[in-house]
Antibody, heavy 127, light 107 residues
Framework: QVQLQESGPGLVKPSETLSLTCTVS????????WTWIRQPAGKGLEWIGR???????NYNPSLQSRITMSIDTSKIQFSLRLSSVTAADTAVYYC?????????????????????WGQGTTVTVSS | DIQMTQSPSSLSASAGDRVTITCRAS??????LNWYQQKPGRAPKLLIY???SLQSGVPSRFSGSGSGTDFTLTISSLQPEDFATYYC?????????FGQGTNLEIK
């Protein structure tokens, strides 16, 4: 089955750029939305944004000016870059697959849910 | 952005209890509502999508209902492994916002 693994530096200095990669294994990267979510320690989940296999992106407006997402279908990887980081960007960062699923009992309605997640990687912003 | 509000924020219950968690959207989202379970130190797990469709492999004691702005997640008979934090999330538009979470604790 599909598995995801985040990788990248665990420590980033303030004002620098956070770069993370998510590697997909056990399946295809096609026809899905590949998503980044983060979670500060002890707090809730924040949707950062997503990239489709086609390369189209949707970003959280609260972070949009600082985010770049990319996808490399040959390497079966997708990436997140978050610029000008501050301590407020310290969090566990998750990658996940946004997958289109039929409603149970029908093929008339489809929904997207994040059905596969990486284990998460902790990123600390500190000098 | 669509705001998602869960209640209660925390809940104490015993094994065998029936519990219900509520999620309210700031505007109508039809049935574009997902529920996730997260245990400490672990990634969230998809339980319910489309407001009421049970994700493959999820026990049938979990169920979801609702449409429009009001949704519920029900666990019919709590098992020890169900004590966790639960999040709702809409999939109506982007950004895909989450509720603030409901921490389900052992009484």
């Amino acid at each position: 089955q599909v598995q995801l693994q985040e990788s990248g530096p665990g420590l980033v200095k303030p004002s620098e750029t956070l770069s993370l990669t998510c590697t997909v294994s056990g399946g295809s990267i096609s026809n899905s939305y590949w998503t980044w979510i983060r979670q500060p320690a002890g707090k809730g989940l924040e949707w950062i944004g997503r990239i489709h296999t086609s390369g189209s992106t949707n970003y959280n407006p609260s972070l949009q000016s600082r985010i770049t997402m990319s996808i490399d279908t040959s390497k079966i990887q997708f990436s997140l870059r978050l610029s000008s980081v501050t301590a407020a960007d310290t969090a566990v960062y998750y990658c996940a697959r946004g997958y289109r699923m039929a409603a149970v009992g029908t093929t008339s309605y489809y929904y997207y849910g994040m059905d596969v997640w990486g284990q998460g990687t902790t990123v600390t912003v500190s000098s | 952005d669509i705001q998602m509000t869960q209640s209660p924020s925390s809940l104490s219950a015993s094994a065998g209890d029936r519990v219900t968690i509520t999620c309210r959207a700031s505007q109508s989202i039809s049935t574009y509502l997902n529920w996730y379970q997260q245990k400490p130190g672990r990634a969230p797990k998809l339980l319910i999508y489309g407001a009421s469709s049970l994700q493959s492999g999820v026990p049938s004691r979990f169920s979801g209902s609702g449409s429009g702005t009001d949704f519920t997640l029900t666990i019919s008979s709590l098992q020890p492994e169900d004590f966790a934090t639960y999040y709702c999330q809409h999939s109506y538009t982007t950004p895909r916002t989450f509720g603030q979470g409901t921490n389900l604790e052992i009484k």
